[in-house]
């Protein structure tokens, strides 16, 4: 039986988008210090995955209901995995 926590799920898109913006506003600040810098850069980068991911899926799944007539049906939609 594995009884480790389950793997934190991605953020949403706006979650991301959030988490970005205060990363480049902190960096652009001036006040971090350069091991700090590289980590929040680290992660504005991953973030910045994150973020296309979902666009990327949007605009997937808005090709697929353009293409079943505006809409109007429904189809099984699998995301990219991350």
């Keep these: 039986m594995d009884s ?4 934190p799920q991605p953020p949403s ?3 991301a988008l959030d988490q970005l913006e205060q990363i480049v506003d902190s960096m652009e600040s001036g006040d971090v210090p350069l091991a700090e810098l ?7 980068t ?3 995955q994150v973020c296309e991911s979902r666009l ?7 090709e697929i209901l353009k293409k079943q007539g505006g809409g ?3 189809a099984k939609f699998e995301p ?3």
């Design 13 to 15: 898109f706006e979650q």
């Design 72 to 74: 109007a049906t429904t």
């Design 4 to 7: 480790s926590p389950p793997a």
């Design 46 to 48: 991953r973030l910045l």
């Design 56 to 62: 990327k899926d949007a605009e997937l799944r808005i």
């Design 80 to 82: 990219a995995a991350d």
């Design 38 to 44: 590289l980590a929040k850069y680290e992660a504005g």
